[in-house]
């Protein structure tokens, strides 16, 4: 796995990931690895360019040991609202740089994100957007994005408060 200026992608490899933008910025930033999970009917093995490893489908172990491998999370995708690897990459501390809509999704995250304007009919223009991005504020570990996330996304607390709002309403006589 990298350990320098690796940056992440989980996904389907469709178009709406930004997966264009992508490529460009892979291009523009040669300096980077860029480690790609995930399959899809979009081929980055095709780009043929030596900073784009391709991993396929991981475990949750393995994309964990990932998470604390790369430097940041590069999301160049449209229309997903606030997807799951965000909030994966937020709870290793990553530096996380998506689309607006993704970064807005949340607004007690919005702090810790970098929202970047993605243009679907413009992916060079939306790399550079990224790139600028990821130059004016570099990856770090954030420790308080750690925090945020792992309370806020917790599975088990998550559950157990779904639970509690459902036995609150099993409880409860209905109106006759």
């Not at 989980?10 to 995930?38: H, M, Q, T, W, Y």
């Not at 009917?41 to 172990?61: C, D, E, F, M």
Request: net charge negative; with cysteine.
């Amino acid at each position: 796995y990298p350990t320098q200026k690796g940056y992440y992608i989980d996904s389907r490899f469709v178009e709406k990931k930004g997966l264009a933008a992508l490529r460009e910025l892979a291009i523009n930033r040669p300096d980077c690895e860029f480690v790609l999970v995930g399959d899809g009917p979009i081929n980055p093995a095709s780009w043929g360019l030596q900073n784009v490893a391709l991993l396929g489908r991981r475990t949750l172990q393995e994309l964990a040991r990932l998470y604390r491998a790369c430097d940041g999370l590069v999301l160049p995708s449209i229309g997903e609202g606030y997807p799951l690897v965000v909030q994966e990459a937020l709870a290793s501390g990553l530096s996380v740089y998506c689309g607006l809509d993704s970064a807005a999704a949340d607004p007690g995250a919005a702090s810790f994100l970098h929202g970047v304007a993605v243009d679907p009919n413009n992916p060079d223009v939306t790399a550079h957007r990224f790139r600028d991005a990821i130059a004016a504020q570099p990856p770090s570990i954030n420790v308080n994005a750690a925090a945020y996330a792992s309370a806020r996304y917790d599975w088990d607390a998550n559950a157990a408060a779904l639970e509690a709002m459902i036995s609150s309403t099993h409880t409860r006589q209905p109106d006759n």
